[in-house]
């Protein structure tokens, strides 16, 4: 039991680093911290958006926002692991083929020897197409669909957050006002 309270997040917690200690008026905001449907909510997407969006200081951007938009930090924080080394490559993929459906004259046509291995989610694939189309037409319509995947995984994390954490205080209302 000690063991786990000693890795227990808490406000005051966190307050006790040097670094944090400057923002302790905005950090112990409540809101940042209370289990409300629309805190929560807006955590997740919070954190969905920049898990996505962003390749690095993803939980920092992620935290930076929930802080200036009052949503629950802890949830932003989480909903950015949404990106790791297994997930990134077809999220990668899919946006680089949605900005190329949505933007077909941008794309230069791939090398028909890599869309295979791309589909098979190759890592040396990946690199390459990375590579080939850093900072070209490719590149834009990579980042297109990397960001309108981005604001549609936001949305429906949200609406999801929200509906759940809308059922759990009705169950908890009704356990309430239960007699006995």
């Not at 680093?17 to 909510?41: E, M, N, V």
């Not at 040396?124 to 590149?139: E, K, R, V």
């Not at 834009?140 to 609406?159: D, P, T």
């Given at each position: 039991?000690?063991?786990?309270?000693?890795?227990?997040?808490?406000?005051?917690?966190?307050?006790?680093?040097?670094l944090?200690?400057?923002?302790?008026?905005r950090?112990?905001?409540?809101r940042?911290?209370?289990?409300?449907?629309h805190?929560?909510?807006l955590?997740?997407?919070?954190?969905?958006?920049?898990?996505?969006?962003?390749p690095?200081?993803?939980?920092f951007?992620?935290?930076?926002?929930?802080?200036?938009?009052?949503a629950?930090?802890?949830?932003?924080?989480?909903?950015?692991?949404?990106?790791?080394p297994?997930?990134?490559?077809?999220?990668?993929?899919?946006?680089?083929?949605?900005g190329?459906?949505?933007?077909?004259?941008?794309?230069?046509?791939l090398?028909?020897?890599?869309?295979?291995?791309?589909?098979?989610?190759?890592?040396?694939?990946?690199?390459?197409?990375?590579?080939?189309?850093?900072?070209?037409w490719?590149?834009?319509?990579?980042?297109?669909?990397?960001?309108?995947i981005?604001?549609a995984?936001?949305?429906?994390?949200?609406?999801?957050?929200?509906?759940?954490?809308?059922?759990?205080?009705?169950?908890?209302?009704?356990?309430?006002?239960?007699?006995?």
């Amino acid at each position: 039991m000690l063991v786990f309270d000693s890795l227990r997040i808490t406000p005051l917690r966190l307050l006790r680093s040097r670094l944090l200690r400057p923002f302790a008026g905005r950090l112990l905001d409540r809101r940042l911290w209370r289990p409300a449907p629309h805190t929560i909510g807006l955590g997740i997407a919070l954190g969905l958006f920049f898990g996505i969006v962003s390749p690095v200081a993803q939980i920092f951007l992620a935290a930076l926002a929930a802080t200036v938009l009052r949503a629950n930090l802890m949830a932003a924080a989480v909903a950015t692991l949404v990106t790791n080394p297994l997930t990134a490559p077809p999220i990668y993929l899919a946006a680089y083929r949605l900005g190329a459906e949505l933007l077909p004259w941008l794309v230069p046509t791939l090398d028909a020897a890599l869309i295979p291995q791309l589909e098979a989610f190759s890592f040396d694939a990946l690199q390459a197409m990375w590579q080939g189309m850093s900072l070209g037409w490719a590149g834009l319509s990579f980042a297109i669909g990397l960001v309108l995947i981005a604001c549609a995984s936001a949305i429906v994390g949200y609406l999801v957050a929200w509906l759940v954490m809308r059922g759990v205080a009705s169950r908890q209302l009704a356990a309430a006002a239960r007699p006995g």
